[in-house]
């Protein structure tokens, strides 16, 4: 899993400890719109809406890419549609 500004988390270990320890949303939930797959690549996107840890509310249209090897994802990039600037 790899999102920008947060460290690489190799494997299942960093993945978990990515949940656990980094991730700021403390719950909720993901309303997908699509998803595409073909045998290297799938895509999904639609809206997360949820709590962060601090208690505000999220709800952010997103879109997810996988990159995918043996029937295992390898590598995912998030991306949210909010202001950067």
Do not use: Q
């Amino acid at each position: 899993m790899r999102a920008p500004a947060t460290r690489r988390s190799p494997g299942s270990t960093g993945c978990s400890g990515f949940y656990r320890e980094e991730r700021v949303i403390a719950s909720g939930s993901h309303h997908l719109d699509a998803v595409v797959v073909n045998d290297t690549h799938a895509a999904c996107w639609g809206r997360s809406v949820g709590t962060h840890r601090d208690g505000s509310p999220i709800d952010v249209e997103f879109a997810d890419t996988y990159v995918l090897e043996d029937g295992t994802i390898r590598r995912r990039k998030s991306f949210f549609y909010v202001p950067s600037v």
